[in-house]
Structures are given as C-alpha cells and as structure tokens.
C-alpha cells in the first residue's frame, strides 16, 4: 500500500475509535447529565478550554514532538473525559472536560496538519495537483471519521434501551417538545429518567476501551512525518513568535473574514447535539432514541463527506458551500414549524439526515480550504480553525439552558447568513488576487496573498 495512503487510513480509524466514544457521549450530555444543567456546562468547559487551548499549543507542542506524538497524547486527554463519565458530577466531569479540550486543539491541529503534509509530499512525487490531493485525503479521513457517530450512538442506543421505559407519552408532555419548548421542564420525566448506574459503567467502559485502542493504533502504526518547510522554520523561530503564531496569523484579511464560517460549524453541531436530541428526540421518543436519530446524521455524513471529497474537483467548493446553506437553512426553517409528533416518526431522521449532508460540506470542504488558502501556515491556520470552531461551541453551549430553542435556531440562522456574506468575500479575495491562473499557483510563486509569518 502506498505509504501516505497507509498513514491516512491510520490516523482516519484512530480518530473512528477515539470519537466512537466521544461522540456517543456527546450526544447524550443534555439529556443523560441534566440535573442542575451538568451536562450541557461540561461541554460548555471543554470548549472554553479548546479555545484556550487553540490560542497557544498547538504551534508549540506539533513543532516540539511532531504531528505523530501530538496526536497520540492529545488522544489520552479523551480517553480522561470517558473515565469521568464513569462517575458524573461537578468534582469529575468539570475537570476531565478540562483536560479534553486542552488536547483537542493540538490532536485536530496535528491531524489537519499531517493530512495537508502527506498530501502535498504525494502530489509532488505524483506530479498531481496539491490542491486535489488534499481534498481526497480529507474526504477519506471524513468518510471513516464521521462513521464514528454511527457506531457511537448504535452502542448507547443497544445498551440504554435495556432500562428505557415504554408507553404511550401524553399531550401535555408533547407541548414541552419542539422549538417552543417549556425551559422549565424541557424532557417529561417518564422518557428522559436516567439509566441504571449498570448501565452507564456498561457504556461507559466500553467507550474507554475504544478510546484506549485508538492511542495504541496510533502509536504502534502511524510514521512520524516532516517537511522540510517545517523543519526550516523550526530552526529560524522564537519561543514567544511560536507561542503567538495563532494570533499573528490573524494579521491574514482571510483568516479574518473566514471566522464567521468557522463559528458557524460549532453552531450548526451544537444545535444538532444539544438541542435537537434533547428537545425533540428525548422528549417525544425517548433517550434511547436519540443514539438512531444520530446514526442518522452520521451515516449520511460519512457517506457525503468521501462524495464531496471526489466531486469538488469537478464542481468546486463554492457549489458545495451553497448546497450545504440551502439545506441547513431548509432544515432550520423546519425545525422551527415543526411540532414533533411520535406519529410522524419519519421526520426525527429526515432532519438529521439532511443535516448530515450539509454538514459533510462544512467539514471537509472548510478543512480543505484552510489547508490550500494557508499552505504556508498550516498550524497557525489550523489553530485558529479550532479556535474560533470552539468559540461557536461555548457560545451555543453556553446560552443552551438559558434560551428557548426557537431563539437559537434564529441565531444559528442568522450566523449562517453572516458565514456566507464573508465567506464570499474571501473568494473575490482570490479571485480579484489571481485572475486566470489558480491561486494555490499564485501563493506557491510568492503571489500577494501568501502571507507567511517571519518568525
């Protein structure tokens, strides 16, 4: 097998085993650690700390140990936040999310930093274009990647639904469900009761041992990888310009007007986890409905993520950003008409379906254009990603309890709009910097807008 190839595939399935865990847990906060709002304020800490953590380590630790043993670290930090959901309460799930987010930054960073390196070494040998390359290897890493929310929620699903109660749920608890829910009482008691701890150690246990695999798999196969643009500037940086690349990467007019679009994703995810599977799903079907419902989107993603990889050669990844705003506002226009019904069972999956189209864009056409717009930065590039992804995660997190659902759909919404305005600005960027010739061509000849911070 050829070796970037082999690479990819390792880092893609120790990601599918890390966030096998991860994501099932995720899923499930809002509405398996809801008393006094627990759940939903671990999350809300692990994206506070991931955006701390995006702001400084990730340059440093990457440039220091090297992508391969930045990602086998960053992975223990998750493998920490499972083993604080053996036991949740404010004294073990506070710090634990803690320690994840402080990982999380420097493990996505490495990883979009390796998959942009293996594919530039490949597209030189190759005699390829980078560009293409780097798009199929991030939508091979997706393909496997967004599996992880399939077999995470397929496990919660199979193991709470030995204790989940059955019956018929009254009228009065489904005018609780949907965008006007009643913040009082979001979930009726009936469907949303906490599993037996049994259970939860059941879950619990088995999502550590996969998190557990994937540090090892990472450790034993993956080849540590250089480019001698790193190792160059390695040599020529400062302690404190490496500390600070992230912020002095935001001297970039791009970097700038793409951070409406990357909020967005932590938006759009957060409302989909937090929200959905708690005020529509958990209400009115139950919680061991909400790990199917999830599969759902999951599946869907894994599959749209390796066609958008393969198809924006030929279509481009404005057309795919366009496609993923139609959708998303589709899905969010519903969601506010919407009144969730058991009856209408079909609809529970529907939405996250679509939404799972949509959100294949964002994921892997986004990474992609870091990687092409910032060839020069990558870390910084990729910090600053998980910076201001995170930012939109505490927010959404952050105001979760406080604000009807109906509101947040409006504000995901209106960051939509916000997302697409400038993320058209930085395409006449580029293509009022390069008329007739690519821009990946421009930046690579020291065009205008290849902007590489001298450290």
Not at 189 to 212: C, K
Not at 333 to 353: E, H, N, R, S, Y
Not at 385 to 401: D, Q
Request: aromatic content about 14%; some cysteine.
């Amino acid at each position: 097998m050829e070796r970037n190839l082999k690479n990819v595939l390792v880092i893609s399935f120790g990601f599918l085993l890390l966030f096998t865990a991860y994501s099932g847990l995720q899923s499930l906060q809002s509405s398996l650690n809801a008393e006094e709002g627990l759940g939903v304020a671990s999350l809300s800490v692990l994206y506070a700390a991931l955006t701390l953590s995006s702001m400084f380590l990730p340059p440093i630790i990457i440039k220091k140990v090297g992508c391969k043993w930045t990602i086998a670290v960053s992975m223990c930090c998750y493998v920490a936040y499972s083993l604080g959901n053996f036991y949740a309460s404010w004294y073990t799930l506070i710090p634990t999310s803690m320690i994840l987010g402080l990982g999380g930054a420097p493990l996505w960073s490495a990883k979009c930093t390796y998959l942009t390196i293996a594919g530039t070494l490949y597209a030189e040998k190759a005699g390829k274009s980078a560009k293409d390359i780097i798009s199929q290897y991030f939508g091979i890493f997706f393909l496997v990647f967004q599996t992880a929310g399939v077999w995470g929620n397929l496990i919660s699903s199979l193991i709470l639904s030995q204790s989940s109660n059955q019956g018929e749920i009254s009228e009065e608890d489904l005018e609780c469900c949907g965008a006007y829910d009643c913040l009082t009482d979001t979930t009726n008691s009936t469907w949303s009761e906490r599993p037996s701890d049994s259970l939860i150690y059941t879950l619990v246990g088995v999502y550590t041992a996969s998190g557990v695999l994937a540090v090892l798999l990472v450790i034993i196969f993956l080849d540590q990888i250089k480019s001698d643009q790193v190792e160059t500037e390695k040599e020529k940086t400062s302690f404190w310009s490496t500390f600070l690349a992230t912020f002095h990467h935001l001297k970039d007019k791009r970097q700038c007007l793409l951070i409406p679009l990357t909020m967005y994703s932590g938006f759009e995810q957060a409302f989909l986890s937090g929200d959905f599977s708690k005020s529509f799903v958990t209400c009115a079907l139950g919680i061991h409905y909400v790990g199917y419902v999830m599969i759902c989107f999951a599946g869907i993603n894994s599959l749209c993520s390796l066609l958008f990889g393969k198809i924006s050669q030929f279509t481009g990844r404005k057309l795919l950003f366009a496609l993923a705003a139609v959708l998303n506002t589709s899905c969010i226009i519903t969601v506010l008409l919407w009144k969730p019904d058991p009856k209408q069972f079909a609809v529970f999956f529907v939405i996250p379906g679509l939404w799972g189209v949509s959100d294949a864009a964002w994921q892997t056409q986004t990474n992609a254009l870091y990687g092409i717009l910032f060839e020069k930065n990558k870390e910084a590039a990729f910090a600053n990603y998980r910076l201001w992804e995170s930012i939109g995660f505490v927010i959404a997190f952050a105001y979760s309890t406080k604000l009807q659902v109906y509101i947040k759909a409006y504000i995901v919404l209106s960051v939509l709009v916000l997302s697409m305005v400038t993320y058209g600005a930085v395409e006449y960027l580029e293509a009022k910097s390069s008329p007739g010739t690519p821009a990946a061509t421009k930046k690579e000849n020291g065009g205008p807008h290849s902007q590489e911070t001298h450290m």
